[in-house]
């Protein structure tokens, strides 16, 4: 059975930054694409982040390049997600996935396995 776990979320001034992290369970993440979306209240979900191939495809919308950094950990089956000079519409639910395909973006069509999610508030 597949479980990811997120935690690191919490509440941050704006400018600051924060990590999040997913533990994965019955899954290695080394295996296809793993990738952070986020949804606020009243807003469709979106993809932030996504990485691939072991950690050499990275991929990124405009809204956050330049300030998240994906990352992950193959020894602690660990994803992470870096979030420096945070805004407050970064404000939402951060959730991880999972997807066994080798190429995947940032629709969450393609992703197989989900998160239960961790909040991220940022404060004006």
């Known amino acids: 059975q597949v479980q990811l776990v997120e935690s690191g979320g919490g509440s941050v001034q704006a400018g600051g930054s924060l990590r999040v992290s997913c533990a994965a369970y019955g899954y290695s993440v080394s295996w296809g694409c793993m990738a952070w979306f986020r949804q606020a209240p009243g807003k469709e979900r979106e993809g932030v982040a996504v990485i691939c191939s072991g950690g050499s495809r990275k991929s990124y919308p405009d809204s956050v390049k330049g300030r998240f950094t994906i990352s992950q950990d193959n020894a602690k089956n660990t994803v992470y997600l870096q979030m420096d000079s945070l805004k407050p519409e970064d404000t939402a639910m951060y959730y991880c996935?999972?997807?066994?395909?080798?190429?995947?973006?940032?629709?969450?069509?393609?992703?197989?396995?989900w998160g239960q999610g961790t909040q991220v508030t940022v404060s004006s």
């Open positions: 996935a999972a997807s066994f395909r080798l190429v995947a973006g940032l629709s969450s069509e393609s992703y197989n396995y």
